[in-house]
């Protein structure tokens, strides 16, 4: 009996200095809502040792702890509470004895009542460090892992934050753009490299719920969020779930052993007290050499799809790492995917974001994110969310979109992102329109496949983004731009601009992706030249910015445009037409793909002319009279717009 009462007693006195040594860090979602569909919330937590604590208890109404799961680290902890019957208010959480607060928030508004973006939207992707600082006192942040602020160097930080998109959120509204991209804005604490790269594109994520400080603060991106708002400008935000950055908490200490794919050298590495990135340098392009012990992903999204795939091409493009720099997720992982579909909710709920673009789509795996995306749809009906999927034929693109026939498993991503076009626009800019295949034969021939998709009015399309050649090049090709543009803006798809074209920024990829993400003219003190403003830009600059707010203001609203059904016709000396038709009322975009002026001869498109005798072209507010031929000069555009007589 008395050994029994000392060892109890022994017990009790371990417990208690367990309790007084135990340390929570941080625990994630940092706080949660109520009255969610789903009722369950899974908290990360993050201290040493915590998962030694023995229970997890909690008195506050209507909340219940399902479970406590210990994962193959001893310094995590997961807590899966049942939230059904609770109301918001502060909750305390009791790790052993230790108590922890934590707060449950009302929503702002139910699930069905978000709307995400859609065709009638035109949105326009910026990069956050390459569009203008609002703020000095941001650039340099104490704690942060080295980096430099050098605006000569195209792969460095330029010191682009929150405060200066916010501060020109009005020039957004002059031209005529409806919602805002950014490029990710969680926190990248990832130094500088030797080679000169930095992680200013924040595509290497290392907190999930913060913004990172060099752009500003959570409530910095809720208030620049409410502002936008207030103006009637959307904002979607980029995630990613396929990696996240070398400097997350995970890589050194991996909640399990299966958090990543191909850890092994990981564990090995870390086993042996060495740094896993030691031992090799990333090629100049980001890429890992072929010395490094890691899977590398092909880069080939194709093995995804392909009925024919061998295991090795598969298990490179689902389970390489992106880079070096960018461990790959494992979304099978059914605790890492919880987390991942809960900072989604989190960051729509938290900051009222009218979309997400997830990057890397395809590389993750199918199976999770379309659970992802299910039951995001369940929670917010009328929300949107774009894949990036970048391969450039149009039955790979149609085969990810929701209710796709492509496909035997449904993926219920709403939108996805029109490569095909892409590529075949920026092949057409260099060719002539001939009887066949060559100029704009190239979109012709890629719209004929939209039958493959369940709703194209639900792929986005564009001429450029962030990741490729800007679509002047180094050049200024402006007639060819306004044709694309003009297409871009017309047809059935949702349009997204990349910034700075409205003002003629050019750049190639050829030295560094940095250079087709240059600073936007005015947009940081020193500037000697601002965009920004009318008197700021150059006639040319001024043309194009007039040109295409023309256009975009036109665009908004426009019931053609949003639900008109679409017409095109085999280009035809050189000329391509395209139409949309709603009611009595008709767009009719007419581009001459030549270099030579050309002949539109009205009688091959009297099915949709009609009687009419006259249109008005948007582009220039000038009437062309249809009851003749109309010459057209070279590369001319026109979007003409008239009603049933």
């Excluded at 792969?155 to 490029?183: K, N, P």
């Excluded at 009906?381 to 492509?406: C, H, I, M, R």
């Amino acid at each position: 009996m008395k050994r029994l009462l000392l060892l109890t007693a022994l017990l009790a006195m371990t417990a208690t200095m367990n309790a007084a040594k135990l340390k929570i860090d941080r625990i994630e979602p940092t706080d949660w809502y109520v009255g969610l569909k789903n009722p369950q919330v899974q908290l990360m937590v993050y201290g040493k040792d915590i998962a030694s604590v023995n229970s997890v208890t909690t008195d506050y109404p209507g909340v219940r702890v399902d479970s406590i799961v210990r994962l193959d680290s001893p310094n995590y902890l997961l807590v899966y509470m049942n939230l059904r019957d609770a109301q918001p208010g502060t909750m305390t959480l009791k790790f052993d004895k230790q108590k922890v607060a934590y707060q449950l928030k009302a929503r702002a508004m139910k699930g069905e009542e978000r709307e995400g973006f859609d065709i009638s939207d035109v949105l326009y992707l910026l990069m956050p460090d390459r569009f203008a600082s609002g703020r000095a006192d941001n650039d340099q942040i104490k704690g942060m892992n080295t980096y430099v602020n050098d605006r000569t160097k195209p792969s460095l930080r330029h010191g682009g934050d929150m405060e200066g998109i916010r501060q020109h959120l009005d020039y957004f509204c002059d031209l005529g753009v409806t919602a805002l991209w950014f490029t990710p804005v969680l926190e990248n604490n990832s130094p500088d490299t030797d080679n000169g790269f930095s992680t200013y594109h924040g595509y290497a994520t290392t907190d999930y719920y913060r913004v990172d400080p060099r752009f500003g603060s959570n409530e910095e991106y809720c208030q620049l969020i409410r502002d936008a708002h207030d103006k009637g400008l959307k904002v979607v935000m980029d995630m990613i779930f396929n990696h996240c950055g070398f400097e997350h908490p995970w890589v050194k200490d991996m909640p399990t052993k299966d958090w990543f794919n191909t850890p092994e050298w990981l564990s090995e590495d870390q086993q042996s007290g060495r740094d896993p990135m030691t031992g090799f340098t990333a090629n100049s392009d980001g890429s890992a050499p072929k010395e490094s012990k890691y899977l590398q992903t092909s880069y080939k999204l194709t093995p995804v799809m392909d009925p024919y795939a061998s295991e090795v091409d598969m298990r490179e493009t689902v389970e390489g790492w992106f880079v070096p720099s960018m461990p790959d997720l494992n979304q099978k992982n059914p605790h890492l995917m919880r987390y991942l579909i809960q900072n989604s909710i989190w960051w729509i709920e938290t900051a009222g974001i009218d979309g997400i673009r997830m990057d890397t789509y395809p590389y993750a795996y199918a199976e999770p994110m379309a659970q992802w995306m299910k039951e995001l749809d369940n929670e917010y009906p009328n929300f949107n969310t774009v894949g990036e999927t970048w391969v450039t034929e149009p039955a790979y693109t149609a085969a990810w979109q929701k209710d796709s026939k492509l496909s035997e498993n449904n993926s219920y991503l709403k939108t996805v992102m029109d490569f095909s076009f892409f590529d075949k626009l920026n092949q057409a800019k260099n060719e002539e329109t001939d009887a066949w295949w060559n100029g704009l034969n190239r979109l012709y021939n890629s719209f004929v496949y939209d039958y493959l998709y369940p709703n194209p009015s639900s792929v986005l399309a564009f001429i450029e983004n962030h990741d490729t050649d800007r679509f002047l090049g180094n050049g200024r090709d402006t007639l060819m731009l306004k044709q694309a543009l003009a297409l871009l803006l017309t047809v059935r798809r949702i349009p997204q601009l990349y910034y700075g074209t409205e003002v003629l920024m050019g750049g190639t990829k050829e030295v560094t992706d940095g250079n087709v993400r240059c600073d936007f003219p005015g947009g940081f003190p020193g500037d000697q030249h601002n965009c920004f403003t009318k008197e700021g830009r150059s006639r040319a600059e001024n043309s194009m910015f007039t040109w295409l707010s023309r256009l975009l203001h036109w665009r908004q609203g426009n019931e053609t445009i949003i639900r008109g059904y679409q017409t095109q016709f085999i280009p035809y000396n050189g000329i391509y037409v395209i139409t949309r038709r709603w009611h009595r009322n008709t767009v009719m975009t007419i581009l001459n793909g030549t270099t030579k002026p050309a002949t539109f001869d009205v009688k091959r498109y009297a099915e949709v002319i009609g009687n009419v005798k006259r249109a008005k072209d948007i582009l220039t507010g000038h009437f062309v009279d249809l009851s003749k031929n109309v010459e057209m000069k070279s590369r001319q555009s026109f979007v003409l717009e008239f009603t049933e007589e």
